[in-house]
């Protein structure tokens, strides 16, 4: 039994996952953690480090508080399947459908921090979630 349930997990930790998945993830566990007055980060390491993606955490908590700012309200998620608006607009801003100056109207140095935290998340995303799942460099 102890053989199968630790196969079990190893064979769930190898599998992939679509990277709107883990953005849609990743924003439902940042707001969750900042509703609760929890710390953002360790959640979000929670959720990444199973796979070894936990280097990804700073990246993606930097780009929620910046994308939270530039919205000037909170991040909106949605629950299951259903995606916000906001969930969608993140999804874009990451793969490159949506250029963040079609999506938010906020002051030129937000906007400025907002790119840079975007062109960061993508890099620490191609960086980390290309190598073999379930290794450490």
Not at 42 to 52: E, T, V
Not at 63 to 79: D, K, N, V, Y
Not at 115 to 122: E, F, G, H, K, P
């Amino acid at each position: 039994m102890m053989m199968h349930s630790a196969t079990t997990r190893a064979a769930a930790a190898r599998r992939q996952i679509n990277p709107s998945t883990l953005v849609t993830s990743v924003a439902r566990r940042w707001r969750s953690a900042r509703d609760l007055g929890l710390p953002a980060q360790a959640r979000l390491y929670a959720l990444l480090s199973p796979r070894n993606w936990e280097m990804m955490t700073p990246a993606f908590d930097s780009l929620m508080a910046l994308c939270e700012s530039a919205l000037s309200r909170p991040f909106a998620t949605g629950t299951g399947r259903n995606l916000t608006r906001d969930e969608t607009m993140l999804i874009g801003l990451l793969d490159g459908s949506v250029p963040q100056v079609d999506c938010i109207d906020c002051p030129p140095g937000t906007a400025r921090a907002l790119d840079s935290a975007i062109r960061s998340t993508r890099i620490m995303m191609v960086l980390v979630m290309s190598g073999p799942v379930g290794t450490q460099p």
